[in-house]
């Protein structure tokens, strides 16, 4: 599904650089076969490389005809106390090393082409800057190690089906006042530990661990444009997707974005206080295109390289944000591997979401995939499976959802299970299965199986997929809600407008019973816990705290649903049956229970699927209003899931094979007996 942002859309309206961007191009005679001619550099040294006697500083740039260097002792403001020309090196680079101990200055490149002087821009592949990122710094990284950084290990992760995703925006944890959180707004209000709401309840860090999630994904974090790190007083808020600098921590959410090592210190900490408590890191990465296109850092040293142009010369804009980085040309490809490595060795980052991952083609993909799993083969990665707009590369190379079959032990997300369970995305007043919608009921069995191939799904009938489009479970992200779009709660409100909330929180169940009960890797949108509003925003990237933050208040308001979803985060955690770990297990294991009706379906999970302790599982969704009988295999069943409580310890046991499976709710239950015998065997 296309996702636009309408912060670059505004900017294009407003400033007109795309039309300058396309004569600048044009001019200089940029094309894709003159980018062939650029010669390749295969070193690792691009950047700097500090030690406390010298500064070597390499960029890549064949077009140059001269580059300076420039020092500077503040991140913003003030003259270079140094310009230093730096030499011609070997295939396309340029270089300058530079003695003494540089630790703290600041420094730009600018670079001289056809005769004209470009911007002065940090280093692209800078690790740290300054002040919104305009200079970068020379940073002994070995100093922003936060104690025990040498010890910090990734939680344990077996399998990736084993993984329960947390999507947040680091603003949102902690800047509500109920937060109790003192670092709001910060990497180090992610590190607080013990923080209760005024009702005594645990919020931020403390809270996650309660909750039991085993991942959480971070929107971007990485330096970003569109808050201003000098006014950091005044109320900004932004999603963060407009890249700047890609190798940088975000400013804003540091205690002081001028020092360049503050940022990169406090982001560790964040990332040990984390695996500390057993939650993995991922990031949310936008390697698709930068925040500006003509004035961009890569733009500045090597004109046009970094982008696909399209068929007139222009930046093509797959992204809808101005432009699309060119990923399948060797140098950009080169420089997203080694940013994605540079966050897994400095800063032990334990997964990847690209976004626009259908952007990029496929060769990078698997190539980001084999580096990052040479390094520990539990990192994981999953995209977005589509463009925002038309690209030049080719289908057969876009690293979409129709080909993730050609992915490497990489995941994408899926909209066909979201969209039948709350509906169309786009089509804010359609219902879903859970609100009852009909004609979605083969959408959400594809969705029971993780997008994989088994023969009682009707693959022409699932809403958007025609034929599996994953290898196995751990290549689909299931879920309902995401930072994009109306939360669930806003969107049951939004298309059932008539119903009381306790009628639609019956549905809300049922959609997070649905994610977290599927096969797959379960993905939840930051607040679901809590019943997470935005007021009714859909596009909220540049809205006011008020409307992103967790209100932790609500986790008082709605105790019945953060009781339920911990309950079904402990469920799936304790049963391998919900975890299978490839398609031909979920194949023998799995079956559908025939039903005629159209809003309901189930299946049984039979035989001790993947190990588990539970020789049978029976689970109903039933998305329509009206209570309606299902018959299960003979057996002892103990429901653990009546659609309003998960209870492992006292579940009420039915003895009969007729169970009525009332509105809008999911039923959960498990015989320890093979079906057909336990009754035998009691009498
Ligand atoms: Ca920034």
Request: with cysteine.
């Amino acid at each position: 599904m296309l996702k636009i942002r309408k912060v670059m859309r505004n900017r294009l309206a407003k400033f007109g650089l795309m039309v300058l961007g396309l004569f600048s191009i044009a001019a200089m005679d940029l094309s894709e076969s003159n980018f062939n001619e650029y010669p390749v550099y295969e070193g690792k040294d691009l950047g700097l490389t500090y030690t406390v006697k010298s500064s070597a500083f390499k960029v890549w740039s064949p077009p140059v005809t001269q580059l300076l260097l420039r020092f500077y002792e503040t991140g913003m403001g003030g003259k270079a106390s140094k310009t230093i020309k730096m030499k011609k090196g070997p295939q396309g680079t340029w270089g300058a090393v530079v003695k003494g101990n540089l630790q703290g200055r600041y420094y730009t490149f600018q670079a001289q082409i056809d005769g004209k002087w470009m911007d002065e821009v940090p280093d692209p592949y800078a690790y740290a800057v300054g002040t919104n990122g305009k200079r970068a710094q020379v940073v002994d990284l070995k100093l922003t190690n936060p104690v025990g950084w040498d010890f910090d290990n990734r939680p344990a992760l077996k399998n990736p089906t084993d993984i329960i995703l947390y999507e947040l925006h680091l603003r949102d944890l902690s800047t509500h006042p109920s937060s109790g959180i003192t670092n709001k707004g910060k990497y180090l209000g992610l590190t607080e530990e013990k923080t209760r709401n005024p009702e005594g309840q645990f919020t931020g860090l403390e809270h996650l661990k309660e909750l039991g999630i085993t991942h959480v994904h971070l929107l971007p974090v990485f330096d970003y444009m569109s808050v201003d790190e000098s006014r950091l007083d005044e109320p900004q808020f932004n999603w963060g997707y407009d890249p700047q600098n890609y190798n940088v921590p975000e400013g804003s959410y540091s205690s002081n974005p001028e020092d360049g090592a503050t940022r990169i210190r406090e982001f560790k900490q964040m990332v040990r206080a984390l695996h500390n408590s057993g939650i993995r890191v991922v990031m949310d990465v936008v390697y698709n295109h930068t925040g500006v296109t003509d004035k961009s850092n890569f733009n500045q040293l090597v004109p046009g390289y970094y982008y696909r142009q399209n068929d007139k010369g222009g930046f093509s804009d797959a992204s809808a944000c101005g432009n699309e980085t060119a990923s399948e040309r060797p140098m950009v490809r080169k420089f997203i591997i080694e940013s994605v490595l540079h966050w897994v060795k400095e800063y032990h980052v334990d997964g990847f979401r690209f976004d626009l991952m259908g952007i990029h083609d496929i060769e990078t993909m698997n190539q980001i995939s084999k580096a990052v799993h040479a390094i520990d083969p539990s990192i994981f990665l999953y995209g977005e499976g589509w463009t925002a707009g038309a690209s030049p590369l080719p289908d057969d190379q876009k690293a979409i959802k129709a080909n993730v079959l050609k992915l490497d032990k990489i995941a994408a997300f899926s909209d066909d299970l979201r969209d039948a369970i709350r509906g169309h995305v786009f089509t804010h007043k359609e219902k879903g299965f859970v609100s009852g919608k009909a004609g979605l009921k083969e959408s959400v069995k594809f969705g029971v199986v993780a997008s994989t191939w088994h023969p009682e799904v009707d693959y022409s009938k699932v809403n958007y997929s025609k034929a599996a489009w994953a290898n196995g479970p751990d290549q689909t992200i299931s879920y309902a809600s995401c930072h994009d779009n109306h939360t669930l709660w806003d969107r049951l409100a939004i298309n059932n407008p008539m119903l009381l909330d306790e009628e639609r929180i019956k549905m809300y169940r049922l959609a997070v019973t649905m994610v977290l009960t599927a096969q797959g890797v379960p993905f939840l949108h930051a607040g679901t816990e809590m019943v997470v509003t935005k007021k009714g925003e859909e596009n909220s990237y540049n809205k006011p705290d008020e409307i992103n933050q967790l209100d932790w208040t609500r986790k008082y308001q709605y105790k019945e649903m953060f009781d339920y979803v911990k309950g079904l985060i402990a469920l799936r955690k304790a049963h391998p049956a919900f975890r299978m770990t490839s398609a031909a297990m979920i194949r023998e294991h799995l079956k559908f229970i025939p039903s005629t009706e159209e809003n309901l379906t189930g299946f049984i999970l039979s035989n001790h699927a993947n190990g588990d302790p539970w020789h049978t599982i029976a689970v109903i969704y039933n998305g329509s209003d009206q209570v309606h009988p299902v018959i299960l295999p003979r057996a002892e069943w103990k429901v653990v899931g009546n659609g309003e409580l998960i209870d492992v310890k006292n579940p009420p046991v039915i003895r009969n094979s007729g169970v009525l499976v009332p509105g809008n709710s999911a039923l959960i239950l498990y015989t320890t007996n093979a079906p057909g015998q336990s009754n035998a065997a009691e009498k």
